[in-house]
């Protein structure tokens, strides 16, 4: 069998009753990459193959290290070595100081100790957009996002996630981490100058807390997700204005907060 693009083919033995069959079938590819900002090593990502200048974009972008492409000298990216050489405008800044560092917050009003990073203190943000969808709506974006994953269907190994508007998905990534895919999704729209809050986006995996305030970070104010959110995500979810609906799959889907986005119900 030839091997997928961003896979390679392993040897399996696949036991179906009392079926032994040795064969072989492809596994996703998994690289580590090195950020070396202002000659600094900033953090080790492990990540798909591909769109590398994508992940590396929305990643400082999320993080609040760059404001925009512009904050961006020179980047280049070495796969074969795994390292990513990025030298930003202005040089360090304080976000890029306080990168990893915790902070110690009630959640929401509600009393709920959480850490949070700093950086999403700094760039976390409240969505306000008119942006209304109906259910049928967010069942098709679900199943076009099934259908664009030959790779999962391959393999079984990656997230998938995908802006989507007027019927159609705009752009879409993946990758074995769930924040990488929406930083390459980021990167990418920072890049070719997509707009984020006339989409919504659709995702394959879990909506834990770190990817509600990647989704309020990218203006989105509406993430449809074929699997569960988290209850820390739903907290932060009504106060950030975004609109989760998860278990999206088939014929169904639950609407967790700001349904007076979901038209019909």
């Not at 209304?132 to 098709?140: K, R």
């Not at 508007?165 to 990534?173: F, K, P, Q, T, V």
Request: aromatic fraction near 6%.
């Amino acid at each position: 069998m030839d091997a997928l693009k961003g896979t390679s083919n392993y040897p399996v033995i696949k036991i179906r009753g009392q079926e032994i069959v040795k064969t072989e079938e492809p596994v996703v590819e998994e690289i580590p990459l090195t950020i070396y900002l202002n000659d600094k090593e900033l953090v080790t990502m492990l990540a798909a193959t591909g769109e590398e200048n994508y992940l590396v974009i929305g990643f400082l972008a999320t993080e609040g290290i760059i404001q925009s492409v512009d904050d961006i000298k020179t980047l280049a990216v070495d796969t074969g070595k795994g390292v990513i050489h990025v030298t930003t405008t202005s040089g360090q800044i304080a976000a890029e100081k306080m990168f990893l560092k915790r902070y110690l917050t009630a959640c929401c009003g509600k009393g709920r100790s959480a850490f949070y990073f700093v950086n999403d203190i700094l760039t976390a943000k409240t969505v306000a957009t008119d942006l209304t969808i109906t259910p049928d709506e967010a069942m098709h974006y679900s199943k076009l996002l099934e259908a664009a994953s030959e790779t999962f269907r391959l393999t079984g190994g990656v997230h998938g996630g995908a802006l989507a508007a007027a019927g159609e998905l705009i752009c879409w990534s993946q990758d074995i981490g769930r924040h990488n895919v929406f930083d390459k999704l980021y990167g990418r729209c920072l890049l070719e100058g997509i707009s984020t809050n006339d989409k919504v986006l659709v995702f394959s995996g879990r909506v834990s807390s770190e990817i509600l305030l990647k989704v309020s970070k990218m203006n989105i104010s509406v993430i449809i997700a074929r699997s569960a959110p988290t209850t820390l995500a739903l907290d932060m979810a009504e106060e950030l204005g975004v609109t989760v609906i998860g278990f999206a799959r088939g014929e169904r889907l639950n609407v967790y907060s700001h349904p007076e986005r979901v038209r019909g119900i």
